[in-house]
């Protein structure tokens, strides 16, 4: 079974410029995870979907961030415009509820994001 | 946010040592996760504890739902060169479904 699949898995783009990286969960999973991972920071989540709803978005960091899942298979984070301190690892996650395993969360592969 | 406490920052052993890492928190979890990142890759779920007290292994892993519910522990035993990563303690506490709290993690050096 594929896993979760993000894209691009490198992105390096300059300062100013919109960025927009992409997910797709695990076929089934009702629930989508964004994170961003800093040295300093480690894991962070920014925003998480039920059913393609957003349920917290309270770790987004500001109106520069959005994301969006306008179905069941896809989902987007876009950070306009982006700045240097952007640059990081992110991370989508998913999980299926209604398991006793429903606490499991499957993590992409990342996209590691350059501003420059 | 709340945060889980968890040691050692980072292990340099031998292979075949055994090594243990815990995270502690000042909360009561209900669920404890524990992942492994490999450089250039995503967290990989390891072992899942569901109940205080339980205990799971995976191989050469196992891992313990502490007794008060504020701890988790992870061992891996007769450790080899690919055990080299990061060890990451996740935590889900009783009201917040969707959101796991992660350790700093823990960085594994094994020298063969």
């Known amino acids: 079974d594929a896993g979760v699949i993000q894209s691009p898995r490198h992105e390096v783009t300059e300062m100013g410029q919109e960025v927009t990286l992409r997910c797709k969960p695990i076929?089934?999973?009702?629930?989508l995870f964004w994170y961003r991972q800093t040295m300093m920071r480690g894991l962070e989540l920014l925003i998480y979907f039920n059913n393609n709803v957003p349920i917290d978005d309270s770790g987004m960091p500001e109106d520069r961030f959005s994301a969006k899942m306008p179905n069941a298979s896809f989902s987007t984070l876009k950070i306009q415009p982006s700045e240097p301190r952007d640059s990081a690892v992110y991370f989508c996650?998913?999980?299926?509820?209604?398991?006793?395993?429903?606490?499991?969360?499957?993590f992409g592969p990342g996209t590691r994001l350059t501003v420059l | 946010g709340q945060q889980l406490n968890q040691s050692p920052q980072s292990m340099f052993i031998q292979e075949g040592e055994d090594v243990s890492m815990n995270c502690t928190s000042s909360?009561?979890?209900?669920?404890w996760l524990w992942y492994k990142q490999d450089p250039g890759e995503g967290p990989v779920l390891l072992i899942a504890l569901y109940k205080a007290g339980e205990l799971t292994s995976n191989g050469r892993l196992t891992a313990q739902f502490g007794i008060t519910r504020k701890d988790s522990f992870l061992n891996i035993s007769a450790s080899i060169p690919s055990d080299v990563g990061i060890y990451f303690c996740a935590g889900r506490r009783g009201t917040s479904y969707g959101k796991l709290t992660f350790g700093q993690g823990t960085i594994l050096t094994v020298h063969p």
């Open positions: 909360s009561i979890f209900n669920t």
């Open positions: 996650a998913s999980s299926l509820y209604g398991t006793r395993r429903d606490n499991e969360q499957f």
């Open positions: 076929s089934g999973h009702d629930y």
